[in-house]
C-alpha cells in the first residue's frame, strides 16, 4: 500500500481533465457547476484499480490552488466521510448527488466517498468503506499522475 499523501498539496501545477484522462479516468458524466461556487468544472468517471476493477471517483477544477480551498473544501467536506450528506434536503449541491451514493449489504444507503484530497487546483473525492481506503485509493492515483 502506498504512503498516504498529504491531504492538501500545491505544487503550482495547474491541471485539467486532459491529464486526469491520459492517466486512466473514463468520464461517465460532466456536471454543470453554475452552482458550485469558484469550480471551473466537475465531472463523474472512473478509474480501473491494480485488480481492473473500476472505481468510482469525482474530481472538481478550480482555476487555482486557492481556490479549491477557499470555495471548494466546504463543498466536498458536506459530502464525503462518513456523515457525508446524501439527500437533497442537506446537500450543498445537488447536482450529481446520485453519483456520490453507495448501497450497502443491507440496502441501506451510504456516503460512496468516504475522503478527498486537494491537489493544486483540483478536488479528488474518493471511495472507500473509511477514510484510510479512501485516501490510499486517492493516492495510489496522484502517484499515477505524477509519474
Known amino acids: 500500500m502506498p504512503e ?3 491531504k492538501i498539496t500545491d ?3 495547474i491541471f485539467s481533465i486532459q491529464e486526469i484522462k491520459e492517466m486512466g479516468f473514463k468520464k461517465n458524466h460532466e456536471y454543470k457547476v453554475d452552482d458550485l461556487p469558484g469550480a471551473v468544472s466537475a465531472y463523474f468517471g472512473f478509474i480501473k484499480n491494480d ?3 473500476p472505481e468510482d471517483y469525482e474530481i472538481r477544477f478550480y482555476n487555482n490552488h486557492s481556490d479549491a480551498i477557499e470555495l471548494g473544501i466546504k463543498y466536498t467536506d ?3 466521510g462518513e456523515n457525508g450528506c446524501i439527500s437533497k434536503d442537506c446537500a450543498l449541491w445537488e ?4 453519483h456520490r451514493i453507495r448501497m450497502s449489504d443491507l440496502g441501506t444507503l451510504h456516503p460512496k466517498y468516504m475522503s478527498y484530497i ?3 487546483n483540483f478536488i479528488l473525492m474518493c471511495p472507500g468503506y ?7 485509493k486517492c493516492t495510489s492515483i496522484i502517484n499515477k499522475l505524477t509519474k
Open 51 to 53: 485488480l481492473g476493477d
Open 95 to 98: 447536482e450529481g448527488l446520485k
Open 130 to 136: 473509511d477514510e484510510g481506503e479512501a485516501l490510499s
Open 118 to 120: 486537494v491537489y493544486n
Open 11 to 13: 505544487s503550482g501545477i
Open 78 to 80: 458536506n459530502v464525503t
Open 4 to 6: 498516504p499523501i498529504e
